[in-house]
């Protein structure tokens, strides 16, 4: 295959250098007639996409294996789209760049439900027909993975490979097996059914899917023999020994996260009843310090990068914390490399490590309470006080510190005026903090921002049978908040919660919902998770035109009987669970965290490894 010309459309569109590739650190291979081609996906522009931690992961991971060529593509931003359609131009990958079409694998990493327009966009780019069932034998096998991928149902006709859990390993058994069947006469058939068997991976298409008089589904069976009933995620069980990149691409423009990412742990100990990650990425598995202190080492000799970022999804609760950190600052900080803790918890606020931290470089802090009052943070087990917040504010302010965001969640089950007006109160009390703090200690010109995103219910968390509130139940609280909070030093920042409808219906949808991701795509709907973009009248339209109504996946409360669309997934803790979780929740009660007290979710009799 030849490289395709597109340097005269690099002229024509903003940012080209989203479309060179050759960045420091990229792979570059000659390709034989043994060679696995695989084309990793992400379905956004090349400043997300490589700001993606898993990506950076599977494509050295994948580029080690010497019969493996993986290559990154993109979503090319509109108007360079414009420019490819008209040239002729196909989806290419940015190493070789040649089309994907003719690659043995495209894999797409589903992080987010309002990306699947964007999906079926890039397979249209590139050739690939979008139904499972329209494709032929040449043609590649489109594999997804991710957090969506536990519910890929409203996908599942798009795809033919979806890889439940995590992907280090399971990625390299489905090519070891594809290799050897092509070698000895390929099937794609027989590849898809045999793949099957390996644990952690679900072909959608093996499996018949039929539904109630009144929408719900009745049930989901295999439609053949040793095709497996349940699918069970892949877990890794040792961090330290699992693939981590040693060194990663360094691009040519700024994009969102410009850092070494340096991943310090798995799971999370602390079970919010609103959160699919902690539940689905269950159990906790932690690197050792030296693995980091030796990654860290590479990482930093091989990108140039001046800050490196922990990441996990509650880095406070890393047991080695505070020794990692010290070193991270002895070490580099001399370099004027600065570290950075995303997801900071209130309850186990250390001070001495912010202290640290800012030696060399002095950030915004953020900090999630998601509610406004005790009741509705017992409500969702957030298991932190208000005092924890006052405190943590008054250590920050003492430190000199000035910039604090609060993230919010408005909608959630059981909430009152009374809890919206919570996060008034709250707000106003910590910059109260603030002026309590004498002038010579703090520093200058405070801003807290208020941040309130619109709840969503997700599968495999307690609250996967709530409803979400309505759109006028959605203003009519943002209303309710914005008019009460006006004050000085105080930004209030809430999204518009149509995205949030959207997000809702796919995350917990059917197949049904395939035919309104075709006619959406055929409207031009694409980049919905980008406000310039999104048309939620379209996409209204879409539904009514497919006799679809929102409301009965968004809006619906569930019954714990009804089966739900992913009830043919394990991910290791059990509906039980879950349901008793949910009835927690309704007496305001709560769970303590994973290392106070076994709370029994069935991750420990499901998978080994992590402090189950």
């Known amino acids: ?130 139904y499972s ?31 439940l859990g ?83 691409i360094v691009p ?11 991943e310090i742990f798995r799971g999370c100990i602390r079970g919010c009843r609103f959160c699919q990650a902690g539940f689905i990425y269950r159990p906790v598995r932690e690197k050792s310090f030296d693995r980091l202190r030796e990654l860290a080492e590479k990482l930093v000799s091989g990108t140039g990068y001046d800050e490196i970022s922990l990441a996990s999804l509650s880095t406070s609760d890393y047991s080695e914390l505070e020794k990692t950190v010290r070193h991270l600052m002895e070490e580099y900080g001399d370099k ?33 309470p998601e509610a406004g009052s005790q009741r509705l943070r017992d409500v969702i087990n957030k298991g ?29 089950p059981t909430e009152t005026d009374e809890d919206i007006l919570g ?21 200058k010109r405070l801003n807290v921002t208020a941040s309130a995103s619109t709840f969503v219910p997700k599968p495999f968390t307690p609250f996967q049978w709530e409803p979400q509130s309505t759109l006028e139940e959605i203003y009519a609280k943002q209303k309710l908040l914005a008019s009460n909070i006006k004050r000085k030093n105080i930004t209030l920042d809430y999204h518009d919660p149509k995205t949030s409808l959207l997000e809702a219906v796919f995350a917990k949808g059917d197949r049904k919902l395939s035919k309104v991701l075709e006619l959406a795509l055929k409207e031009g709907c694409k980049f919905d998770g980008w ?23 968004a809006n619906r409360r569930q019954g714990y009987d009804e089966i739900l669309p992913w009830d043919h997934i394990d991910v290791g803790v059990s509906k039980e669970f879950l349901i008793r979780e949910n009835e927690n929740s309704k007496q305001a009660k709560t769970t303590p965290n994973c290392r106070v007290n076994c709370a029994g979710c069935g991750i420990n009799r499901a998978f080994t490894g992590g402090i189950c």
């Not at 900071?344 to 802090?365: A, M, P, W, Y």
């Not at 310039?532 to 009248?537: I, K, N, S, V």
Request: glycine residues 4%.
């Open 133 to 163: 069932a329209d494709r032929e034998e040449e043609d590649p096998i489109i594999v997804v993975g991710g957090p969506c991928a536990y519910n890929c149902e409203p996908i599942a006709d798009f795809v033919d490979i979806a890889v």
């Open 384 to 412: 932190i006080t208000e005092e924890d917040l006052i405190n943590a504010a008054k250590d920050v302010f003492q430190s000199g510190w000035n910039n604090i965001k609060l993230y919010f969640m408005i909608g959630l």
């Open 531 to 553: 406000i310039e973009h999104f048309d939620f009248d379209k996409w209204m339209a879409v539904f009514k035109k497919v006799n679809i109504d929102p409301a009965f996946y």
């Open 252 to 262: 040519y423009l700024n994009i969102v996260h410009d850092r070494i990412m340096l």
């Open 1 to 130: 295959m030849e490289r395709l010309q597109i340097d005269s459309l690099l002229y024509r569109v903003e940012k080209p250098a989203r479309y060179l590739g050759n960045e420091l650190n990229s792979v570059h291979k000659t390709v034989d007639e043994n060679m696995v081609r695989f084309a990793f996906c992400f379905p956004d522009i090349y400043e997300i996409g490589m700001s993606h931690l898993g990506m950076q992961i599977l494509y050295h991971l994948l580029n080690r294996q010497k019969n493996v060529f993986c290559e990154r593509v993109f979503a090319p931003a509109t108007d360079m789209e414009e420019q490819m359609r008209s040239s002729n131009i196909p989806l290419f990958a940015l190493e070789s760049r040649q089309p994907i079409r003719n690659f043995d694998f495209i894999g797409f990493t589903l992080q987010y439900e309002l990306s699947y327009t964007n999906i079926l966009n890039m397979l249209d780019l590139a050739g690939v027909p979008i």
């Open 336 to 368: 004027k490399i600065g570290i950075s803790l995303p997801s900071l918890r209130l309850d186990s606020f250390s001070l001495q490590i912010i202290k640290e931290i800012q030696k060399v470089r002095k950030t915004g802090l953020t900090f999630a």
């Open 423 to 443: 996060i008034r109160d709250l707000v106003f009390k910590v910059v109260d903090e603030y002026y309590r703090v004498p002038k010579e200690q703090r520093g």
């Open 166 to 248: 995590e992907a280090e390993e399971v990625i390299l058994e489905v090519i070891d097996l594809y290799s050897k069947m092509r070698k000895e006469g390929y099937n794609k058939f027989e590849f898809l059914k045999k793949a099957t068997l390996i644990d952690g991976i679900y072909v959608p298409s093996f499996y018949d899917v039929v539904y109630n008089d009144n929408g719900t589904v009745k049930t989901v069976t295999p439609k053949y023999e040793h095709v497996p009933g349940t699918i069970r995620k892949r877990i890794v069980e040792s961090l330290d020994k699992v693939f981590y990149p040693e060194e990663i």
